[in-house]
């Protein structure tokens, strides 16, 4: 167990951190729109790349179902990567200013020679910020949450760390993470230029990753 809990303490929050943003929008120009394509690089603890689909539904409360990939750069890419879904409702909406929430289930891989994760969770954000049809800014407060992690330990684990350790699923007792920082865009024809940039910290406020920040820049194309 003592050894699970190194794994975990070591390993589990490298891949919490691989944020992977929800869809950054202006919501003034999404009064026609019924499909979303994304796609963006950052950075959130390592260099990502992320694509992202959105549908609108027809309701008179803007709400949008949306689904997110992301993954670092690396050689093998599919070794780690992580993927969401989940919707985004815009309770305020006033003319120019907008508030919306956000909720994504989150599932995640990472794989490196002493064991394979898998893990789901899940994100909440809340968003409220200025909106105009050519550009908008707005602040973010967000929380991502690891509930349950499944361990599938190499041949190099047992060999050279712990030879009884167990396959199966863990809570990981690291907590969750808080994201807060600012969101801008540009919008133009049926686009939208993006950026977040913000900061991580833990749940309890006394911890944060090795590079506290994370930084995004997406694209978004708008469809009818």
């Known amino acids: 167990m ?7 303490a070591f390993i589990v929050p490298f891949f919490i951190y691989q944020k992977g943003m929800a869809q950054t929008v ?8 019924k499909h ?6 950052g950075w959130d603890y390592s260099v990502s790349y992320y694509l992202g689909y959105a549908y609108q539904l027809n309701t008179k409360v803007p709400i ?9 750069s690396g ?15 815009l309770l305020l909406n006033k003319s120019n200013l907008k508030g919306s929430i956000a909720f994504n289930g989150i599932y995640r891989r990472y794989e490196n020679p002493l064991a394979k994760l898998q893990n789901f969770g899940s994100e909440l954000k809340g968003t409220f ?14 929380f991502d949450i690891a509930i349950v992690t499944h361990f599938n330990h190499s041949e190099t684990f047992k060999e050279t760390i712990f030879a009884d350790v167990r396959d ?9 993470n808080f994201q807060y920082g600012i969101q801008i865009g540009y919008s133009f024809n049926q686009s939208d230029i993006t950026f977040n940039i913000g900061m991580v910290t833990t749940q ?11 930084l995004m820049l997406g694209y978004n194309l708008r469809l009818n």
């Open 204 to 214: 309890d406020f006394k911890t944060s990753p090795l590079i506290p920040y994370y």
């Open 26 to 33: 202006n919501w003034i120009e999404l009064k026609d729109t």
């Open 64 to 72: 949008m179902l949306t689904t997110n990939f992301s993954i670092p």
């Open 36 to 41: 979303i394509m994304t796609a963006g690089i």
């Open 168 to 176: 199966g699923w863990y809570e990981p007792f690291t907590g969750g």
């Open 2 to 8: 003592k050894a699970i809990r190194i794994l975990i």
């Open 129 to 142: 910020g200025y909106y105009k049809p050519k550009w908008f800014v707005a602040g973010e407060v967000g």
């Open 75 to 89: 050689e093998r890419l599919l070794d780690d990567y992580k993927t969401k879904i989940g919707g985004q409702i």
